[in-house]
């Protein structure tokens, strides 16, 4: 058996891909984060939440009509940003001409009421979801074992973070998207339909962060409770990593569920600390973040 | 335009004015104060207790948010650094007289307030809350894993021992008075800073921080002062709670928490100094109060509507709009 710094190489190869998905769930939540901070200039507390959201629906739906994997896979998305136009056309835009603080409170009195609720309805102990036979088993590496669902995960996350990337940066909806981040007013006054954009801006952000809760169904628990704690260690990532660029967002998240499964194996007590350590570190030495653009 | 103003006049009405308002706080904080003195004969002297500590924490919070406009998403770290650091050192060192133990956890607070202010501060607005947030879960994360904390179970049978190695504070009103005295004097240490030139300074930061910088404030140092203040007060906060409840849990660590304080602050009004109190009140009855009833479960869900709706249509607060109401029919 190989082994490097005192670890068998099949552990430290598994640890490394664990790591990876987790930066793929990182990259995503936190690519809507900043999509979603691009226009409307806040954070969106209610984030994991949303991710939250994307996992129950996906698992209730297949109990309670039989949709199954890759219906919900598109179905999950559809709704919660369905969800989240509403929000923003009912709740957040009352506020949008007061200090961004109180749209940030308001998405955090969100997240309080959506968990609190489908934690007396479900209960906070885990819902089982089976994955979809095709993913069953894996394919032997020869150094590890890389189950074909994982593999999955790591593709379509990257592939839809391309996509996103491609679609904000490339087309011209994106243009619309990057203008109206600069000059709203302006915008309107060349006649595009700001507040529809806006609606539709924190739908896409927020079916990003189901769609991550889709793919975490069959690998992660999935309760009530799931979504805030992940949402804090995106926000360490945000800051790591600046939400200045698009592209940055994806980088820094997948580098940091990396960074995690490596303190795993060599360190494991501090696994769970390591990503806010490392936003310690980036405060004191980089403090506008790795690819940040602000002062 | 020929007319001209008596400006002594006017200066002198204005004065007369302040002096009238003046007299009338007075009265006002008059009885509150005699209203809090009397308060443990009528009501359960435990549970004024636990209002006065999430009351003390909320005017903590206030300092920092409502006055400085800086909002912190961390504080519940304070309140559990003080809680844990008072609890460990009274119960590990018997000789220990409870007001040195609440001393030492106020000032491992105001240490760890420091570290967080001056990380914190190098980033504005928005990443401000999310790096304390985040600061903040590190905390949790220490203590969880310590084994000084009891983790999950917590810390329990903190002894609540003698003030100054005289006064018996396992007798409630001993203990309810203490409470008390050192919430009044944190009460009048905010006012004081409030209402003082460095006050002023924190609230034009709050209003317009360039402008603030224009004027050769150095707003960062400003800034932290006001943060390690906050933390100190919200520390000291948490030490007398853990004495009072001889209790100290990962609770008072958790994000939760966090968001409870910035609701108390909220709901009675950011920026007033009566506010946080009367918002501190308001959600532990709701939260009492609830927790006995049929809604028992819905606590979480309701704290969260009620978040929304002070967001969406409350957002003075209820002495905010208490003021507000003053100024339009008597003003």
């Known amino acids: 058996m190989s082994m490097i710094f005192g670890v068998p190489l099949a552990v430290l190869s598994g640890q490394l891909l664990i790591g990876v998905i987790n930066g793929a769930f990182y990259a995503l939540l936190s690519l809507g984060l900043a999509v979603i901070f691009g226009l409307l200039k806040i954070i969106n507390f209610a984030h994991g939440a949303m991710y939250m959201l994307g996992a129950m629906v996906t698992v209730i739906m297949f109990d309670v009509m039989g949709v199954n994997y890759w219906v919900a896979l598109f179905m ?62 894996g394919i032997n590496l020869g150094f590890m074992f890389l189950p074909y669902y994982r593999a999955w995960v790591i593709g379509i996350a990257l592939v839809v973070c391309f996509g996103t990337w491609f679609m904000i940066e490339k087309t011209k909806l994106g243009a619309y998207l990057r203008a109206g981040t600069e000059d709203a007013q302006l915008m309107q006054g060349f006649g595009i339909n700001v507040p529809l954009l806006i609606s539709l801006t924190y739908g896409f952000g927020v079916a990003l962060a189901a769609f991550a809760g889709v793919l975490a169904a069959p690998i992660y628990s999935v309760t009530p409770v799931m979504g805030s704690h992940i949402l804090i260690t995106v926000f360490a990532v945000v800051v790591i990593g600046g939400m200045g660029s698009i592209g940055g967002a994806i980088i820094t998240g997948i580098l940091m569920g990396v960074v995690e499964g490596l303190t795993k194996t060599f360190y494991p007590p501090a696994s769970s600390a390591v990503i806010f350590l490392v936003m310690v570190v980036v405060l004191m030495f980089r403090p506008a973040g790795l690819f940040g653009k602000e002062a | 335009m020929s007319q001209s103003f008596d400006s002594t006049a006017i200066h002198q009405a204005i004065l007369e004015q302040q002096k009238a308002d003046g007299r009338k ?149 001993n203990m309810y008075y203490f409470v008390l005295a050192v919430f009044l004097g944190c009460y009048l240490l905010v006012q004081r800073i409030v209402s003082s030139p460095y006050g002023q300074v924190l609230k034009s930061i709050k209003q317009n921080e360039p402008r603030a910088v224009s004027l050769g404030y150095n707003v960062n140092r400003y800034k932290v002062l006001a943060f390690v203040i906050s933390a100190a007060l919200a520390g000291l906060a948490g030490s007398m709670k853990s004495v009072v409840f001889q209790l ?65 249509a409350f957002r003075s607060g209820f002495v905010g709009e208490l003021q507000k109401f003053f100024k339009k029919n008597l003003g």
């Open chain 1, 76 to 137: 999950a998305p559809l709704l919660v940003g369905a969800v989240g136009v509403l929000i923003e056309y009912f709740l957040l835009r009352r506020i949008a001409g007061q200090d961004h603080i109180y749209s940030l409170l308001l998405t955090f009195g969100i997240a309080l009421l959506m968990q609190g609720v489908l934690t007396n309805i479900y209960g906070v102990s885990g819902m089982r979801y089976s994955m979809p036979d095709l993913f069953k088993g």
């Open chain 2, 248 to 312: 100290a849990s990962l609770n008072d660590a958790h994000w939760h928490m966090s968001g409870e304080v910035i609701l108390m602050t909220l709901v009675g009004g950011m920026g007033t100094l009566l506010g946080p109190v009367v918002g501190a009140t308001f959600v532990v009855n709701v939260e009492y109060h609830l927790s006995q009833g049929a809604l028992r479960d819905w606590v979480d869900p309701i704290l969260g509507g009620i978040f929304i709706l002070v967001v969406l």
């Open chain 2, 25 to 173: 706080k007075m009265l006002l904080n008059a009885v509150l104060v005699l209203l809090l003195v009397a308060a443990p004969f009528v009501l359960y002297p435990v549970f004024l207790m636990k209002i006065l500590c999430f009351a003390l924490f909320a005017v903590a919070f206030n300092l920092l948010f409502g006055f400085t406009g800086l909002l912190s998403f961390g504080h519940a770290a304070f309140l559990a650094t003080g809680g844990y650091t008072t609890g460990y050192l009274l119960t590990n060192l018997s000789w220990l007289s409870t007001e040195l133990g609440i001393m030492a956890g106020t000032g491992v607070a105001t240490l760890l307030g420091l570290a967080f202010a001056l990380l914190s501060i190098r980033r504005q607005g928005i990443y401000f809350a999310m790096v304390t947030l985040a600061l903040a879960q590190l905390v949790f994360f220490f203590f969880v894993q310590s084994e000084f904390t009891g983790g999950e179970d917590g810390m329990h049978g903190i002894p609540r021992g003698h003030l100054l190695g005289m006064i018996d504070l396992s007798n409630n009103f």
